[in-house]
């Protein structure tokens, strides 16, 4: 029966061409758009770490305040001292084991050739607690990590060993140079198995003890150096709320030693830096920095493609229902020679879940071809390396579940009205009176109604959207733009010193100056518009800091760097080649910093001092204007720039060049690239990039949800016009013998034209007034993602609901034309 109700959908299908084609391209759009967001948001908010049970795993987060240095590329939340992980991994209760990580950059050289790769300093049980082991050789274990500095070993993540040795076994027991250290390869870790941080893939594994030799600054065993990840694994049994709380009791002691510790700081600040408190959070799909970026994006688009599969599958119901009740008379007969209601019932549901599974099929296409297109937009190649667009079975799964539920969704009321039907009266009627069944038209009139509510909601979406897009876009950065490239060098990684770094940084510069096409050349160690942010507390005379205030930030930039950025000085003046180590300490400090410490007096000539070093004095010598630093959407920050020749710090660590040029700042890469590389051929140069390139991904969210939610709106607004036109072609020749007998008593063409459009109009009129409360209500919860527009704005929900009684219009005009040309003998010998 299963067979033979098959077969008959399939051949009505194929008398239908038309039919068929609008539902299953519906269909495919809706379950395909689907599919692509959805598959993207598991693999960056839902996957599992690869790891044994990773449900127990948890992840250690503190708030409230700290002193010390904070190094994380995560939220300041997530960092902890090295002696603070020993406490917790060697005596904190209900745990089964806890684990550190830190990321690093670092150089790899090997067989003459270098470059740069990331890498992970991990704790000796690393491997052990996760419950992930090796390859080849063997993991890092305990005792690799027990004395400082004493165990030189590296694990190579697979990836990377198929990449840069191909497979190669003999790799075992080899030594690569890391940062300018020679390592011992001992093993490469699982293949499934690419570090606890999803997406960041690193290359290489080594001891954490080995962070002084490879990546210097900060005291390694100092409870106030706070940089180390740290995550736990809960004992059996152990609920995650337990363990927290009887983890803050067995950390409150460790705080009361680290305060009596303390010489200074305020009253409050010491109750408040009692008063931390651990957090322990799922750490079951591990940490990302891409989710931390893009989850809020992902999930909002998420529920955009849900309104746009809605939409799909009104469509769908209401070809479907308008289908069925023109096969009242043939469900009629197949009752009459012995049909039961159950298998009229089965049969249109059949039909439904086949047209769905057609959709679902030939949305799999779309969503792997949407999927490539979104994965090649999205930025930070490094962390979307990992991410396929290859649909796996939990995406094929996904899909057949909502192609099935659609298919039950709407293929379930058209069954169920084609099942009653009453045989006797339906045998009797004319086919126009079948047709004209009231139940089927409120049906479809209702899903109408559906249709454009929830269009609106998405172009209202869009327009918001567009709109905060805009507004960031035509924001002043505080700097010139345009013929502006960039690129970066971290020779610390080589084994610089820092006076052996800045003669090499010095030489660049003068090189990068002396090359055809170049107007100037500037660097910095802050990099712009890269959430690359370094404050540090500092000592203002005369000036009481506030509870709770944070430290300005503080860059190094070279001789000429705000001409060269085109960041204009409000007063005094910028840093010249003189402001070397041997003279006065001198700093430029922006608007906020002058306002925030010194009000409307004149700060030029005023000293600060950094508290982390001997007291020197600092001398204010200008004041530049405010500018965009970390992000285009931050507000205005303290900021203090210093002479990077003044640098004290023994790791002066990367620095970025930014060159403006007299051509396209792209056809310049190749050159800047040789001129580091006669500078020393084995350092590595990265982010090489454009200016207009950083500032799109930096607004990479909101462009890409921008241009998102703008299809999506589009998208359902189409699908809401082929319901319309689907709709009133139905309602005109429902009403062909209505309109004949009009026209008969003297209608003209303009009543009957306004008979169809005033149908259209309160449809529409209808779905625009139910939406738009939904409309505001849906905006507000997407408040933090826009930019100078209110979510409430009236003139975005003015234009979506134009763009759609436009549609609208346009989409009724047809079958109203068509209604105005019945002639009036032939309607009235119509059945």
């Known amino acids: ?39 993207l948001l598991d693999r960056v908010l839902l996957r599992s770490l690869p790891v044994r049970n990773p449900d127990e795993l948890v992840l250690f987060t503190a708030n409230g305040p700290r002193r010390g240095s904070v190094n994380t590329q995560y939220d300041d939340t997530f960092t902890f001292s090295y002696p603070m992980y020993l406490d917790f991994r060697d005596r904190a209760p209900d745990l089964a084991g806890a684990i550190a990580w830190f990321p690093i950059a670092a150089s790899l050289s090997m067989s003459g050739q270098t ?89 290489v594994f080594i001891p954490v003890t080995m962070k002084t030799q490879l990546a210097p600054g900060g005291e390694f065993n100092s409870r106030r150096n706070m940089w180390l990840n740290v995550m736990g694994r809960l004992k059996r049994g152990i609920s995650r709320n337990g363990a927290e709380a009887a983890l803050n009791v067995f950390w409150n002691p460790i705080l009361e030693e680290e305060l009596k510790e303390m010489t200074s700081g305020s009253p409050q600040f010491r109750q408040n830096f009692l008063n931390r408190h651990i957090t322990l ?10 989710r931390m970026l893009f989850s809020k994006p992902i999930t909002l688009l998420m529920g955009l493609v849900g309104f746009v599969l809605l939409i799909a599958c009104a469509n769908v119901a209401s070809l479907l229902i308008a289908r069925a009740a023109g096969r009242q008379r043939e469900i009629a007969i197949r009752l009459a020679v012995g049909a039961t209601r159950w298998d009229i019932g089965r049969q249109i549901l ?72 009453d045989l006797a009266s339906t045998m009797k009627e004319q086919a126009g009176a079948v047709i004209s069944s009231g139940v089927h038209v409120l049906v479809r009139r209702g899903l109408v109604v559906a249709q454009v509510g929830l269009s609106l909601v998405l172009l209202t979406g869009a327009g918001l959207f567009l709109r905060s897009l805009g507004n960031l876009q035509r924001l002043d950065l505080g700097f010139r733009a345009d013929h502006l490239m960039s690129f970066s060098i971290q020779p610390s990684l080589n084994g610089y010193t820092a006076p052996r770094a800045i003669a090499l940084f010095d030489s660049l510069q003068q090189r990068l100056q002396s090359l055809p096409g170049v107007r100037s050349v500037a660097s910095t160690q802050t990099q712009l518009l890269a959430n690359d942010n370094w404050d540090m507390t500092i000592d203002v005379p005369g000036y009481q800091a506030k509870e709770g205030e944070s ?77 965009k630093y970390a992000d285009v959407r931050e507000e205005s920050q303290r900021f203090v720039f ?14 970025t060049y930014y060159v403006r040029t007299v051509q396209e700042p792209a056809s310049i890469a190749p050159s800047l690239r040789q001129v580091v590389r006669e500078a020393d051929a084995g350092l590595p140069v990265f982010a090489m990039k454009t200016m207009e390139r950083q500032i799109d991904e930096d607004m990479f969210s909101d462009r890409i ?79 933090s993602m826009l930019f100078g527009v209110a979510p409430d704005n009236i003139w975005v929900l003015s234009a979506a609901a134009a763009v759609l009684a436009l549609t609208a219009l346009a989409s009724g005009a047809v079958p109203a034309l068509r209604a105005t040309r019945v002639d009036p003998l032939a309607a009235l010998r119509r059945e």
């Open 350 to 421: 059949g039909e439904a879940v086949t047209l769905s599974a057609a959709g679902g099929s030939l949305g799999v296409l779309f969503a792997v071809w949407g999927g490539r297109i979104l994965l090649a937009l999205l930025p930070f190649a490094n962390y979307t390396k990992t991410i396929s667009a290859t649909p796996d079975w939990r995406i094929l799964a996904f899909t057949a579940a909502i192609s099935l539920g659609c298919g039950i969704a709407f293929g379930l009321a058209p069954a169920l009205q084609s099942s009653r039907t």
């Open 1 to 39: 029966m299963l067979a033979s109700n098959l077969r008959y959908t399939l051949r009505s299908f194929r008398r239908n061409p038309g039919f068929t084609a609008i539902a299953v391209l519906s269909l495919a759009l809706g379950i395909g758009a689907n599919t692509a967001i959805f598959s």
């Open 115 to 203: 470059e740069r790769v990331s890498a992970n300093l991990v704790s000796g049980n690393f491997f052990e607690v996760l419950g992930t082991g090796a390859a080849i050789g063997r993991p890092i274990v305990r005792d690799d990590a027990r004395i400082p500095g004493s165990n030189p070993v590296a694990v190579l993540s697979y990836g990377f060993w198929q990449q840069r040795f191909a497979g190669d076994p003999g790799v075992l027991n080899r030594q690569v140079s890391i940062n300018g250290y020679a390592l011992t390869v001992v093993g490469v870790a699982a293949q499934s198995f690419d570090g606890v941080a999803m997406g960041e893939s690193p290359a």
């Open 705 to 783: 949800v921008s241009l998102l939610s703008g299809f999506f709106g589009v998208l359902a607004t189409v699908l809401a016009g082929i319901g319309l036109y689907g709709l009133m072609s139905y309602t005109v020749t429902r009403r062909t013998r209505e309109i004949g007998i009009r026209m008969a008593l003297g209608a003209g063409r303009g009543e009957v034209l306004g008979l169809v459009l005033r149908e259209i109009a309160i449809l529409t009129g209808l779905g625009i007034a139910l939406a738009a409360p939904l409309s505001f209500l849906l905006a507000k919860l997407a408040k």
């Open 551 to 627: 430290a300005p930030n503080v860059t190094s930039v070279s001789a000429g760097y705000f001409a060269a950025l085109g960041m204009p000085l409000i007063a005094g003046r910028g840093f010249r080649l003189s402001d070397d180590r041997s003279a006065p300490r001198v700093a430029v400090i922006n608007q906020t910093f002058a306002r925030a410490y010194f009000g409307g007096e004149n700060p030029i000539g005023r000293q600060f001092y950094f508290t982390y070093d001997d007291r020197t004095p600092v001398e204010i010598v200008g004041v530049v204007k405010d500018s």
């Open 281 to 290: 959070i799922d750490a079951s799909n591990g940490v990302s920095l891409l």
């Open 642 to 655: 210093c002479p990077y020749s003044q640098q004290y710090n023994p790791n002066i660590g990367a620095l």
